[in-house]
């Protein structure tokens, strides 16, 4: 059975940072691409930033220089390292893989506040 839990999400000020993670488990965790998106109330989900199995990283232009993907194949965990936040990046995260159907975490909050 295919698991996704993500960690991390909190109330921050703007220009602060945060770092998720996502750890995984039920899959061949190395061979999979993973993903993190992210759904703003009243917005759909978009996608944020996705990291191949082979490590090559791809990002939505809102956060490409303020986000950073990461992933340890041997803890089974994917990270996304956020730096200079803003409101509008105030949003539920969920975790995602495709291994043929989707699978996705219950998500967690971040909140970009003063």
């Known amino acids: 059975q295919v698991q996704l839990v993500e960690s991390g999400g909190n109330l921050v000020q703007p220009g602060g940072s945060l770092r998720l993670s996502c750890a995984a488990s039920?899959?061949?965790?190395?061979?999979?691409?993973m993903g993190w998106y992210r759904q703003a109330p009243g917005k759909q989900r978009e996608l944020v930033a996705r990291?191949?199995?082979?490590?090559?990283?791809n990002y939505a232009d809102s956060v490409k220089g303020r986000f950073t993907i990461s992933r340890d194949n041997a803890k089974n965990t994917v990270y996304l390292h956020m730096n200079s936040l803003k409101p509008e990046d105030t949003a539920v995260y969920y975790c995602?893989?495709?291994?043929?159907?989707?699978?996705w975490g219950k998500g967690t909050l971040v909140t970009v506040s003063s």
């Open positions: 995602n893989v495709n291994t043929g159907r989707d699978y």
């Open positions: 039920g899959i061949i965790f190395n061979i999979y691409a």
């Open positions: 990291i191949a199995g082979g490590g090559t990283t």
